[in-house]
């Protein structure tokens, strides 16, 4: 699979199938959006192959206590990679950057503790309040 920034600078590939889908609705990705949640695809760290243009990154202690850098297009500033710390095998990727986002759906929810009451995912999908690989906090 392959995708791209909003402004086409960067560009991407994935060289292995996608581990997992999901969304996520804690803060950052709030914020980061400018919308209500992100959607992540998981897949191993040596499978990203970026082809072309220029990464940004700035790293936060997510909602889960953990350490997350987050990779965006220089040029344009759209969200694409999120590498935890704590998770140093994975790379997350944000599934509507995508040349096509219909390829995969999400299987499960994580941080719907500050889910927004204007926007429930009407999908019958796992949810976690916190993240998903327990609800101590971890995180994708
Ligand atoms: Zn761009
Ligand atoms: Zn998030």
């Known amino acids: 699979m392959k995708g791209e920034c909003s402004c086409g600078s960067v560009r ?4 292995a199938a996608v581990q997992g889908v999901y969304y996520c609705h804690c803060r950052d990705c709030q914020r980061l959006s400018g919308s209500a949640y992100h959607v992540l695809g998981i897949v191993p760290r040596a499978s ?3 082809a072309s243009g220029q990464l940004s990154s700035y790293t936060k202690t997510a909602d889960s206590g953990h350490a997350m850098v987050r990779e ?3 040029a344009c ?4 990679f999120l590498k935890g710390t704590r998770f140093p095998e994975i ?3 944000t599934v509507s950057s995508l040349d096509d986002p219909e390829a995969i759906r999400p299987g499960f929810q ?19 309040k ?8 971890e995180s994708p």
Do not use: K, N
Not at 12 to 15: E, M, Q, R, W
Not at 130 to 137: K, S
């Open 12 to 15: 991407y590939a994935l060289g």
């Open 48 to 50: 990203l192959q970026v």
């Open 72 to 74: 965006f297009c220089t």
């Open 77 to 80: 500033g759209t969200p694409l």
């Open 91 to 93: 790379v997350m990727f």
């Open 110 to 128: 994580i941080w719907t503790a500050s889910q927004r009451s204007w926007s429930r995912i009407h999908a019958d999908v796992q949810s976690f």
């Open 130 to 137: 916190r993240g998903a690989l327990d609800e101590q906090g």
